[in-house]
């Protein structure tokens, strides 16, 4: 099941996290290291189980259409924008098409979805970039 935002979700596993601290509102470059003496690093430690809600999806697409792809995103839009339109004919040939191309599609579909996360946990804490694989639907 894809999450979307608004679903509750909970880590399926134990995730640690670590980075360096810097002030807010600026890069660890932009500081003078006289006049702030604020710095180091943070390590947290989240536990599987916790529960949250997703607040943002964003998906990710890594490899180019193929042609049969591009082709029957084309078509697909037509038949939606248009199909009501047509005659039988026409809106039938425009199905069969569409219906041709559909395994190409729902490929690269399954091998092109990616997606990072952005998580408000119960706790408060929010985790964003949080790759969909770490996280399970409640």
Request: no cysteine; aromatic share 4%; hydrophobic share 35%.
């Given at each position: 099941?894809?999450?979307?935002?608004?679903?509750?979700?909970?880590?399926?596993?134990?995730?640690?996290?670590?980075g360096a601290v810097?002030?807010?509102?600026?890069?660890?470059?932009?500081?003078?290291?006289?006049?702030?003496?604020?710095?180091?690093?943070?390590?947290?430690?989240?536990?599987?189980?916790?529960?949250?809600?997703?607040?943002?999806?964003?998906?990710?697409?890594?490899?180019?259409?193929?042609?049969?792809?591009?082709?029957?995103?084309?078509?697909?839009?037509?038949?939606?924008?248009?199909?009501?339109?047509?005659?039988?004919?026409?809106?039938?040939q425009l199905e069969?098409?569409?219906?041709?191309?559909?395994?190409?599609?729902?490929?690269?579909?399954?091998?092109?979805?990616?997606?990072?996360?952005?998580?408000?946990?119960?706790?408060?804490?929010?985790?964003?970039?949080a790759h969909e694989?770490?996280?399970?639907?409640?």
């Open positions: 099941m894809a999450l979307k935002a608004g679903h509750r979700v909970k880590l399926a596993a134990d995730l640690e996290l670590a810097s002030p807010a509102g600026g890069s660890p470059a932009d500081t003078d290291a006289d006049t702030h003496a604020v710095s180091g690093s943070l390590s947290l430690y989240l536990a599987a189980g916790l529960e949250g809600t997703v607040e943002r999806v964003h998906e990710h697409r890594d490899r180019p259409q193929s042609q049969e792809v591009r082709e029957y995103v084309r078509l697909k839009s037509l038949l939606d924008d248009f199909g009501h339109q047509m005659p039988p004919g026409s809106r039938g069969e098409q569409v219906g041709s191309l559909e395994p190409a599609w729902t490929a690269h579909q399954e091998q092109q979805r990616r997606a990072t996360l952005r998580v408000r946990f119960d706790n408060g804490f929010v985790l964003d970039g694989e770490h996280l399970t639907a409640t």
